[in-house]
């Protein structure tokens, strides 16, 4: 985390995170096209993070997946991204407009935003930073466990990756 900001900043001027995600490969990889800029960071916020977003066009916000103790929310300021939540038929696929937003409760449905569209697709995700999160992936062999605040992942039978 860097040093706490003493004032407003630009939130296009925070630079972005230098690695794009925490998720091993062959995750990693999929998480190619999406920008974040870790504005709660930059205040020293603890409780929750805040997160500026871009995701290019073919790029998703992270794997479909649910967490069973951080709440999340989400406010779309460019674009039309697609929401896709983990319904008890299947996915529901719903595309969002600026101004649009969405929450998404702990242990509620899974959900992932992908960019169909044209241009880039700019929001803000809003996230507590709770400890001990677990994350289900049910699109991959994939689960998470936040400890000591740094994510480990594994495999959904519990081997490491």
Not at 47 to 54: D, I, Q
């Amino acid at each position: 985390m860097s040093v706490p900001a003493k004032g407003p900043v630009a939130a296009a001027q925070v630079p972005p995170r230098t690695k794009p995600s925490s998720y091993p490969e062959p995750f990693l990889s999929r998480m190619e096209g999406r920008e974040k800029r870790a504005l709660g960071d930059v205040f020293g916020l603890g409780s929750f993070g805040v997160n500026l977003t871009r995701l290019r066009p073919g790029a998703v916000s992270a794997l479909l997946h649910s967490h069973s103790v951080q709440d999340e929310f989400i406010y779309v300021l460019e674009g039309t991204p697609t929401l896709r939540q983990e319904t008890e038929t299947g996915i529901l696929s719903t595309e969002l407009q600026a101004g649009m937003c969405a929450g998404f409760a702990a242990r509620g449905a899974a959900h992932q935003l992908v960019n169909h569209g044209a241009v880039d697709a700019v929001y803000l995700e809003i996230g507590d930073r709770a400890p001990g999160d677990e994350v289900g992936y049910p699109e991959d062999d994939l689960k998470a466990v936040l400890i000591d605040g740094a994510w480990r992942f594994a495999h959904r039978d519990g081997t490491p990756y």
